[in-house]
């Protein structure tokens, strides 16, 4: 008789209600909301079968099932700020059998507070019970920090005696639970009601990711950190149905030459004008968005054959009503733009792009950033992340023949 194939379920816990952070787990990081990134990283983990999100809150719900989740409704009674994690995961647990009619052996628990967690880290902490009998598991970073308690007749060492202080590389690490994931036999997690019990493995993760986002500052280090940390995002074709470009920074250098009579001109890339055509043989659906009503704008619009929004004052709102005018699915638009005034569009969509010169809090919203800088072939080199090597073979547009003087 054929076994039955074990079930892995990841829950992932994501109530509405934040107080230290306000929807904190839709807060973007690298470009993506918080929620999206654990589910990411649990859909990335080999032994992992299903994944799960509990929340409360519709627009969680949502973008969970954006990402590749399923959404289980947690009751309001499991949705303040007293009850538990383990509750949570009781409930989405009862809540999946239900619906699949199969029972779960393994099930994790993920926070997608710690917005680093990778899916090696998630495999980890499966293969502990899967493969080498632990009842529970959790990850945890390596330390050798010397810790103390404060008491009324002075500084004591916890791990340590203050007469004696050994170097580094003579002590034996101690380990940081790092909040991020934990796993537990489903059946003895029924029986215990805890995320600990029986024989508890730890999966070591690497130090510099450890980060729980519990207020403002943790968010902004986070945003920070994430282009440093994050692997390199790159979409394809297959990602992106329309890529929608700011014009100022973006397909110009940001610099604007006045003649005397006040008319404005404006330096384009032609291989930004390469790609663009490219990515309409392709059939993506394109658009221009600019905050500026300039002649400039419409007339570059024109000749690369693009339609145009300009003199718009919010860009997020032209940007959504555009999309539900062409019935398109903002996770699947691609938004290119260089300054401040292009973060509300970045919340919006699917694939938020900086070009190489963009304002730092720009870089840091985006879930990819382009080598080239805004003006200088940022546009073609999107298009060849959308096209690949299709965009090299493409004809160039010839010159018109140089007349001599």
């Known amino acids: ?29 690298g470009g993506l ?10 859909l990335g983990a080999r032994r992992v079968t299903d994944v799960v999100v509990s929340t409360d809150d ?4 949502a973008a969970a ?26 409930h989405a647990l009862d809540a999946f059998e239900e619906r699949h009619g199969r029972p779960v052996d393994v099930v994790l628990l993920v926070q997608c507070t710690s917005p680093f967690l990778t899916a090696d880290d998630v495999d980890g902490v499966a293969a502990e019970l899967q493969e080498r009998g632990a009842d529970t598991a959790l990850t945890v970073a390596p330390t050798h920090g010397f810790l103390w308690w404060g008491t009324p007749v002075g500084a004591v060492g916890v791990n340590h005696d203050k007469a004696h202080r050994p170097r580094r590389q003579d002590r034996e690490p101690e ?16 029986t215990h009601r805890h995320r600990f019990f029986g024989r508890t493995a730890l999966v070591v993760t690497d130090p510099a990711r450890v980060l729980e986002i519990d207020d403002p ?64 043989r392709a059939g993506i659906r394109l658009l221009v968005l600019s905050t500026e009503r300039n002649p400039v704008v419409a007339a570059r619009a024109r000749k690369l054959g693009v339609p145009v929004l300009h003199g718009v004052d919010r860009k997020d709102l032209a940007l959504k009503q555009w ?20 973060l509300p569009c970045f919340g919006l969509v699917g694939w938020p792009v900086a070009v190489g010169s963009a304002h730092d809090s720009v870089r840091a919203a985006a879930r990819a950033v382009t080598e080239t800088p805004g003006g200088a072939g940022a546009v073609r ?7 690949g090597p299709t965009l090299n073979t493409l004809p160039r547009t010839p010159s018109p023949p140089r007349k001599d003087p």
């Open 1 to 29: 008789m054929t076994a039955r194939p074990a079930t892995v379920l990841a829950v992932i816990p994501a109530r509405g209600g934040s107080k230290g952070v306000p929807g904190k787990n839709l807060a973007p990081v």
């Open 33 to 42: 909301p918080l929620v999206a990134r654990a589910v990411r990283a649990c």
């Open 58 to 61: 519709p627009a969680i719900a």
């Open 65 to 90: 099932r954006a990402a590749g989740a399923q959404a289980v409704e947690r009751p309001p009674a499991l949705a303040t700020d007293t009850a538990t994690s383990e509750e949570a995961v009781l």
């Open 175 to 190: 380990y940081l639970e790092t909040g991020a994931a934990y796993g537990m036999d489903a059946r003895g997690f029924r």
């Open 217 to 280: 500052h943790d968010l902004a280090r986070a945003r920070a950190l994430a282009p440093l940390l994050d692997e390199t995002a790159r979409p394809t074709a297959d990602d992106v149905d329309a890529v929608v470009l700011d014009f100022d920074g973006t397909q110009t250098d940001d610099r604007v030459l006045i003649d005397s009579e006040g008319r404005e001109f404006v330096a384009v890339h032609r291989g930004d004008g390469l790609g663009v055509a490219a990515l309409r």
């Open 323 to 342: 999309c539900d005018d062409h019935a398109l699915d903002p996770q699947r638009v691609l938004y290119a733009g260089n300054d401040v005034n292009d």
């Open 381 to 387: 080199e999107i298009a060849a992340w959308l096209l």
